[in-house]
C-alpha cells in the first residue's frame, strides 16, 4: 500500500505533513513519489493567496481520471483551505471524487477517518472549529534533512488585516513546556539531527496563554542548556513581541542561530497602521539596534508586502529606505494580492498590479545589490557553519548568522556536522567557501 502527499504553503503544513505522512506509515502505508502508484493521496494545502487555492484546485480536479480508473483509490484533502466553509462546501459539492475532507484543528484524527473511511466506504467531511492541542504522541516522518520541526505554539491572535491565518487557524495555544522539551531531548538523543527549529505563527508570545510565567526566552533558554552539539532556531518572529530577554537569550548561547527572522512588512507608519502590525518604524529600527547591540554578528531576514491598498509613492520611498538602513542578509519579498474574507480585501485604494510590479522589482534591485554588497565583504572571514546538504558534489553549509555557502571537493559524510568555513568568492551573493 502507497501514499503521495502533495503539500502547499508554509513550514507549519511542512511538517503537519510529516504526521501526516507517520500516521500513515503507522497502518503500513509506504511513501511513492508517483500519484499513479498511490492507493492514499493527500492534498495538504494552503489559503494564504488566491493563486495557492487555485492550483491546489486545478490539481485536485485533475485526479478525477485517476479516481474512475482506481476506484479504490483514496483521495484527502486537508489543511487551511477546509477550515474555510466556502472552499469546505465547493469541495464537498463539487469534487465528489475527494473521499475525506478534514482540517487544520482534527489533523491528528486522520488514522480514524482513513480508517472509518475504508470501512464504511464512506466520504467523510469533517473540520473543526478551533485551536487544540495536537497530541504529544502524535507519529511523524520527519523529512527535512538534518533539521527536524518542533511545533511550540498553534494559531495566531493578531489578525493583520491582510492574513486569514488567524480565521483558518485559531487563536494561539502554546504546548507545555515540559512536553516541547522532552521531544527536542528525544530528537538530540537520535542523533539524527542537528539543528531544531521551534514553529509558531508568532514564537514570541509563546507562553502568554499559559499564565504562569511561562516565555519564550525561558523556552530558549531550557533547550540551550541541553546537552550535545546542536543549533537552536525560530520561526517566525513578531517584532510587537521580541523582547529584550528574547534578544538577550539568544546573545548568551552560542547554541541559538543569529539569524533572526524579523518580518517587517513595510517602512511606512501609515501602511503598518493599516495592515495592524501594532509597531512603528521607529519601534522596528529600535529593535534591529538592540540586536545589532547585543550581537553585531547577527543576521537580519525579512518579509515585505509591496503594493498594500492605500501605499503612495512615498510609503514605498520608506520602505526602501528602511531596507537600506536594516541591510537584511536575505528578504522575501511579495506584491500584495487580496484575500478574500480578510479586511484588506475590501480596502478602498488599492494599488494597480503594474505599479505593484514596478514597485517590487525596485525593491528585488536593491536588495540584489545589497546583498552583492555583503557578499563582498564577507570574503577572507571564516565561520563556523552546520553542513546541512550535499548535492551534485556539492556541499552547502549554513553559517551561524544565516550565510548560505557552498563548497566544492568536500566529503557528504560532514552532513549533519559543526565545521569552520572561510568565504574564498562571491558570485551574484553566492557565497563559495572552503573548509578550515
Ligand atoms: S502574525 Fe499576522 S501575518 Fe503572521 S500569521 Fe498572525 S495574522 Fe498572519
Not at 507517520?22 to 499513479?36: D, I, R
Not at 477517518?113 to 466506504?121: E, V
Not at 497602521?273 to 538592540?290: D, H, I, S, W
Not at 514597485?359 to 545589497?370: D, M, N, T, Y
Request: hydrophobic share 35%.
Amino acid at each position: 500500500m502507497f501514499y503521495h502527499i502533495i503539500t502547499y504553503g508554509c513550514q507549519m503544513n511542512v511538517h503537519e505533513s510529516e504526521k501526516l505522512a507517520g500516521m500513515l506509515e503507522n497502518l503500513g502505508y509506504v511513501s511513492t513519489p508517483k500519484k499513479e502508484d498511490a492507493d492514499v493521496i493527500l492534498f495538504n494545502t494552503c489559503c494564504i493567496r488566491d493563486t495557492a487555492e487555485r492550483r491546489a484546485y486545478g490539481n485536485i480536479a485533475a485526479l478525477k481520471k485517476l479516481k474512475k480508473n482506481k476506484p479504490d483509490l483514496i483521495i484527502g484533502v486537508c489543511g487551511c483551505m477546509p477550515q474555510q466553509d466556502s472552499s469546505k462546501t465547493y469541495l464537498e459539492t463539487k469534487m465528489p471524487h475527494v473521499d475525506i475532507v478534514f482540517g487544520t484543528h482534527n489533523l491528528h484524527k486522520f488514522s480514524e477517518m482513513l480508517q472509518n473511511c475504508l470501512k464504511d466506504k464512506k466520504r467523510i467531511i469533517e473540520t473543526w472549529g478551533d485551536s487544540v492541542l495536537q497530541p504529544a504522541n502524535t507519529p511523524m516522518t520527519r523529512t527535512s534533512g538534518v533539521n527536524a520541526w518542533v511545533n511550540i505554539t498553534y494559531g495566531c491572535n493578531n489578525y493583520c488585516t491582510y492574513c486569514i491565518v488567524p480565521y483558518v487557524r485559531g487563536r494561539e495555544i502554546s504546548r507545555p513546556m515540559n512536553e516541547i522539551i522532552e521531544e527536542v531531548k528525544q530528537l538530540l538523543k537520535s542523533e539524527q539531527y542537528s539543528e531544531i527549529t521551534l514553529l509558531g505563527q508568532n514564537v514570541n508570545s509563546y507562553g502568554n496563554d499559559l499564565k504562569d510565567g511561562t516565555t519564550f526566552a525561558k523556552l530558549l533558554e531550557n533547550i540551550a542548556i541541553l546537552d550535545g552539539e546542536f543549533r537552536l532556531k525560530f520561526m517566525t518572529s513578531h517584532p510587537k513581541d521580541i523582547k529584550d530577554e528574547v534578544i538577550d537569550t539568544i546573545a548568551k548561547y552560542k547554541k541559538i542561530s543569529r539569524l533572526i527572522h524579523l518580518p517587517v512588512q513595510s517602512g511606512s507608519n501609515a501602511i503598518l497602521k493599516a495592515m495592524n502590525r501594532r509597531y512603528t518604524r521607529e519601534y522596528y529600527l529600535e529593535r534591529v539596534n538592540y540586536i545589532r547591540q547585543q550581537m553585531p554578528d547577527a543576521g537580519l531576514s525579512s518579509d515585505i508586502i509591496v503594493g498594500f491598498p492605500g501605499e503612495t509613492e512615498q510609503d514605498f520611498l520608506d520602505t526602501l529606505s528602511l531596507v537600506k538602513e536594516v541591510g537584511y542578509s536575505n528578504l522575501y519579498m511579495f506584491m500584495y494580492s487580496p484575500r478574500k474574507n480578510t479586511p484588506a480585501a475590501s480596502m478602498p485604494n488599492q494599488i494597480d498590479e503594474l505599479v505593484k510590479k514596478e514597485r517590487v522589482k525596485k525593491l528585488i534591485e536593491l536588495q540584489r545589490g545589497l546583498m552583492r554588497e555583503n557578499a563582498k565583504q564577507s570574503i577572507g572571514k571564516k565561520y563556523r557553519a552546520l553542513f546541512e546538504e550535499f548535492k551534485d558534489g556539492v556541499l552547502s553549509a549554513v553559517t551561524d548568522c544565516g550565510k548560505l555557502v557552498f563548497i566544492n571537493n568536500a566529503s557528504k559524510e560532514l552532513v549533519g556536522k559543526f565545521g569552520e568555513v572561510l568565504i574564498t568568492s562571491a558570485k551574484s551573493g553566492r557565497l563559495i567557501g572552503e573548509l578550515v
